[in-house]
């Protein structure tokens, strides 16, 4: 498998991945808000991001599997990046809301905030690494 | 030495099995080819590895 067959078969998972991950997350949202389903129906319903978001980091395991490895390791340090923005928010933001009245940050933020982050990371290492001659 | 033999980036990633990214990024000295990818390397040029790949940095422009 080429480098670019990899990228396809990857964003061919992550990008509807991700749409469904948010428009899930929304729906359920205003479920819960309206009271629309018995709350079992809706605990149950809620795992299903969470099945995609299983989906979407499997997808990015088999492609720095496939990939060549230069480009891994930009994928590596990318990933390495969200996860340290990730952690970083969530650790501080729990010592701040544990210490002083500051609003509670939805758990559920970390996820689309990992993405986000690994995302910039990538293109930026990928600019500063890849492509630059 | 891949100037010398007229290919480009592209047509030596293409031989190599890797992306062109990742020559590019071998040539200016910003990424440390695996030992594989270095021998394949010298396989293709028939060269000695340690002709290619000396441990020295790339000189700064």
Known sequence: ?133 | MRGERGWSQAALADKLGVSRQSINAIETGRYDPSLPLAFRIAWLFETPIEAIFDGREPAED
Do not use: C
Request: charged fraction near 10%.
């Open chain 1, 1 to 133: 498998m080429t480098n670019e067959q990899a990228t396809r078969r990857y964003f061919s998972v992550l990008i509807p991945g991700g749409v469904l991950f948010l428009g899930l997350s929304y729906g359920l949202k205003l479920a819960g808000n309206a009271a629309l389903l018995p709350e079992a129906v809706l605990g149950g319903a809620a795992l299903v991001p969470a099945a995609l978001l299983v989906g979407m980091f499997w997808a990015h395991w088999r492609y720095i599997n496939e990939i060549d490895e230069f480009l891994r390791s930009i994928q590596i340090k990318a990933a390495f990046v969200g996860l340290t923005v990730v952690m970083t928010i969530a650790t501080a933001w729990g010592y701040v809301e544990l210490y002083v009245e500051a609003p509670a940050l939805s758990i559920y933020w970390l996820n689309p905030i990992y993405w986000l982050t690994y995302a910039v990371a990538a293109v930026t290492i990928t600019r500063r690494y890849g492509d630059a001659s």
